[in-house]
């Protein structure tokens, strides 16, 4: 067994024991950064709310004699909206319980922010402090039976503080304790890029099996 399966292997674990205490795990895994402490973000929380949406767009054209216009189809586009609450788990000395491996609400917000932001290029001569633009910032989405392995585009996010749960002092990753909120909800709305096709083929059949919460 690699370490990378062991890894997963506990994320599982953790997973399941989260759901049994009314917590979900998922991760955020930015498509333009490399370092390991910015590309995967494992968000850990209760649901406030979740909404899959579908639109269908068409054009329409007005004809000589009819009544009702001729439509066209263009496209069929998914919008999903979540909120969940993350909760600073305390333990007996008043400090971020290890064995939970729950963090920091506002720095798990910071890091979703980040990847708002597309990825640049060296600057292009020698003293200048310009860069050119690289990639855009694509993410994927890892939450099993709800968003499995999707890749899309935050295009709005914003947290806010549950003010009922207090403060409580939180270790930083950068080893300082700080006076944090210990209630955060973030608030995501996710525009999927699938790689895979819905739809039907010429039987009938569908064209990507268990489509579009876990297509296989």
Excluded: C
């Excluded at 759901?19 to 649901?47: A, Y």
């Excluded at 999707?150 to 950068?174: K, W």
């Amino acid at each position: 067994t690699t370490e990378s399966d062991q890894e997963k292997q506990k994320e599982l674990e953790q997973a399941a024991d989260d759901i049994v205490n009314e917590q979900f795990t998922f991760f955020i895994t930015s498509l333009n950064s490399k370092h390991s402490k910015h590309k995967r973000i494992k968000v850990v929380g209760s649901i406030e709310s979740y909404s899959d949406s579908f639109s269908v767009a068409t054009t329409s054209d007005n004809a000589y004699g009819r009544i009702d216009p001729i439509y066209t189809y263009t496209g069929t586009t998914r919008t999903i909206s979540f909120s969940v609450l993350m909760d600073t788990i305390l333990n007996k000395d008043n400090k971020p319980d290890p064995k939970k491996n729950r963090k920091s609400g506002m720095e798990t917000a910071r890091k979703i922010a980040s990847t708002l932001y597309p990825s640049y290029s060296d600057p292009m001569g020698s003293g200048l402090d310009t860069s050119t633009l690289k990639a855009p910032p694509l993410v994927k989405i890892d939450w099993t039976n709800y968003i499995n392995g999707v890749v899309g585009y935050i295009t709005s996010f914003s947290y806010d503080i549950n003010t009922d749960r207090g403060t409580t002092l939180v270790l930083t990753e950068a080893g300082e304790l700080q006076n944090q909120p210990a209630g955060v909800v973030i608030n995501i709305t996710f525009q999927p890029i699938h790689t895979k096709e819905g739809g039907f083929d010429k039987n009938g059949e569908e064209k990507t099996s268990n489509w579009p919460l876990n297509p296989k």
